[in-house]
């Protein structure tokens, strides 16, 4: 530890400051350095000339004076900035908190900030509208200190560039929010879309099984054709039933099919005759099905069963 002699230091505490100037080398530093050297040249000199009067404080105020010449040594450091490589005083400028602190003047600081304001907020939003240190490109270093703080920038650049950097932040706190708030829509829309999607499914499975298929009322089971009397039973569960609108008859359709409304023309008929009182019947149902159904709604089922319905015959103009 250097030596600093105690007479030293208690004429800094009683020598005007102007005489101080020459006579110590301490003394001069404070000098060199203006207001802040000045303010603490007074503090020290207050607080040893409290402690002159104990000579039984010596090591008080040995340790006092370190204190004073250690916190005068601070002000009078130089460093070298990484931007125009000129040395200023340490305390005007701020180093980042790397393991290897980078050091930059007050004027370059200010540069920095502003630079790194005024930039695309897609750029900004990449760190977060943070101002990090001047070498954390890979190319210039690598440097991984932690962004500056607010307070820190507050300090160290002017009024106008501080505002900028704060606008740059909002920007990007803004275009953060928008992308969130429209992810978020996104994602509701897609629900909603599957399930739109889902709805469409269901009524086109509900046409196509329920209407348009032939199946047996009471067990469900589908059949395509048959040959002769229109008063069909069920190989499965052995239902009676009518081939013109599926009624359950109970064990034998004869009597119904002879008096069916979409029939008409007794027990038997062609199958090309069937297939057009079949496609009448279907062609009912379905006009009661849609018009249960929104406009758009309708739309989407008359175009999710085009091709059943061309498949039989039945005409699509029909039912809009």
Not at 12 to 37: I, L, S
Not at 115 to 143: K, L, M, N
Not at 208 to 219: E, F, Q
């Amino acid at each position: 530890m250097r030596q600093v002699s105690l007479t030293s230091v208690a004429n800094v505490a009683r020598t005007p400051f102007a005489t101080v100037v020459t006579a110590h080398p301490v003394e001069a530093a404070a000098a060199q350095h203006g207001e802040k050297m000045r303010e603490a040249a007074r503090l020290a000199a207050l607080h040893i000339g409290a402690l002159d009067g104990d000579q039984a404080a010596a090591q008080e105020r040995a340790a006092a004076a370190e204190r004073v010449a250690a916190e005068l040594a601070a002000l009078s450091e130089q460093a070298a900035c990484i931007v125009c490589f000129d040395d200023s005083p340490a305390h005007e400028g701020v180093f980042c908190s790397g393991e290897r602190p980078h050091f930059l003047c007050r004027e370059c600081f200010d540069g920095h900030v502003a630079a790194q304001s005024d930039v695309d907020v897609g750029e900004a939003s990449q760190r977060g509208g943070r101002v990090h240190c001047a070498c954390r490109p890979e190319h210039a270093g690598g440097c991984a200190a932690e962004p500056f703080a607010d307070v820190v920038i507050a300090q160290h650049v002017s009024a106008e560039t501080f505002a900028a950097y704060l606008g740059a932040k909002q920007a990007v706190l803004e275009a953060r929010l928008t992308l969130e708030i429209n992810r978020d829509w996104e994602q509701r829309l897609q629900v909603m879309q599957e399930r739109a999607a889902d709805q469409r499914r269901a009524r086109r499975k509900f046409i196509v099984d329920k209407i348009l298929t032939s199946t047996c009322p009471r067990c469900g089971q589908a059949w395509v054709d048959f040959t002769g009397c229109c008063a069909l039973t069920c190989s499965h569960c052995h239902c009676g039933f009518c081939a013109f609108c599926l009624a359950d008859c109970g064990g034998n359709a004869h009597a119904h099919v002879a008096h069916c409304a979409w029939g008409g023309q007794g027990v038997h008929m062609r199958i090309q005759d069937w297939a057009a009182a079949r496609n009448r019947h279907r062609v009912h149902l379905l006009r009661q099905y849609l018009a249960k159904l929104d406009p758009t709604a309708k739309a989407h089922a008359l175009e999710d069963c085009r091709q059943d319905l061309d498949d039989l015959k039945i005409n699509v103009a029909e039912l809009r």
